[in-house]
């Protein structure tokens, strides 16, 4: 297969079809080579990890002996935004916004502006979840929105609970009454101070020692033309 030679094992020009190497002429060039336009095989770019290079840009890699293959080169790690797919070997993208991934699906750490949510990055917590850092963490039992230093510590309650110090319970205790503000949000309201017991804040249904009912108020004394049974004020009769 050689062409011209200066000697009969040291080849200087091999015919069309074959490679000069070395002395040599091969076909194909070896590993860590490309065949040239001038018949011989060059090394490539990187002629340490580049197992195969593309003959038309000896730069882009095309298989890797050692590293991964990502965008024509060879690396060690694969870059923030992509993750390492062990089939392919190499460096795929993450979805949108994500800088740190172990697959196309699983996000670990979303760009500057954006929130991790279950592996997804998202704009802002749904319901249900407080921002902590630049994650979206789920608040505690029955919590609709909570406090980002106590996610048990609730804001607003999932409906149909009741708010109360914070808590999301299933009925207001002794001394509270259920309330409802406009956005429809239920919550529970300390009765007044003397009340025990009240439907709202200004009708009291009992209340605390040493004060008796009269007409939904607590007082020191049933008034004139009153008695006292229980604890209750009734209207004397004729």
Same mark, same amino acid.
């Given at each position: 297969?050689? %062409?011209?030679?200066? !000697?009969? *094992?040291?080849? *200087? ?28 095989? +060059? ?5 340490? +990890? ?7 840009? !000896? ?9 991964? &293959? ?7 790690? @694969?870059?923030?935004?992509?993750? &390492? ?14 800088? &740190?991934?172990? !697959? !196309? ?19 802002? @917590? ?11 963490? +789920? ?7 909570? @406090? ?10 999932? %409906? ?17 009454? %259920? ?15 003397r009340c025990s017991a009240c439907v709202s804040l200004e009708v009291c249904k009992d209340c605390i020692d040493p004060f008796v009912l009269y007409q ?5 004394? @049933? ?16």
């Amino acid at each position: 297969h050689c %062409q011209t030679c200066t !000697s009969s *094992t040291n080849c *200087t020009k091999c015919f069309s079809g074959w490679y000069l190497y070395n002395t040599d002429c091969v076909n194909p060039c070896p590993s860590f080579t490309y065949a040239a336009d001038d018949g011989t095989c +060059k090394p490539c770019n990187d002629s340490e +990890k580049c197992l195969e290079c593309n003959p038309e840009n !000896s730069n882009v890699c095309i298989q890797c002996n050692a590293g991964i &293959l990502y965008l024509g080169a060879c690396i060690d790690f @694969c870059p923030d935004g992509t993750y &390492l797919s062990i089939a392919e070997k190499t460096c795929k993208p993450c979805e949108a916004h994500c800088t &740190l991934c172990t !697959s !196309s699906t699983i996000c670990n750490k979303c760009e500057k502006g954006w929130l991790l949510y279950n592996e997804d990055c998202v704009v802002s @917590c749904p319901l249900g979840y407080v921002q902590i850092d630049d994650k979206c963490v +789920k608040c505690g039992d029955r919590c609709e929105t909570c @406090c980002p230093s106590n996610i048990d510590r609730c804001i607003t309650c999932v %409906q149909p609970f009741i708010f109360y110090e914070h808590k999301c319970i299933d009925a207001c205790p002794v001394g509270t009454f %259920q309330t409802v503000d406009s956005k429809g949000r239920i919550s529970c309201q300390k009765c007044s101070e003397r009340c025990s017991a009240c439907v709202s804040l200004e009708v009291c249904k009992d209340c605390i020692d040493p004060f008796v009912l009269y007409q939904g108020t607590c007082v020191d004394k @049933c008034p004139d033309a009153t008695i006292n049974i229980n604890d209750i004020c009734y209207d004397c009769t004729d």
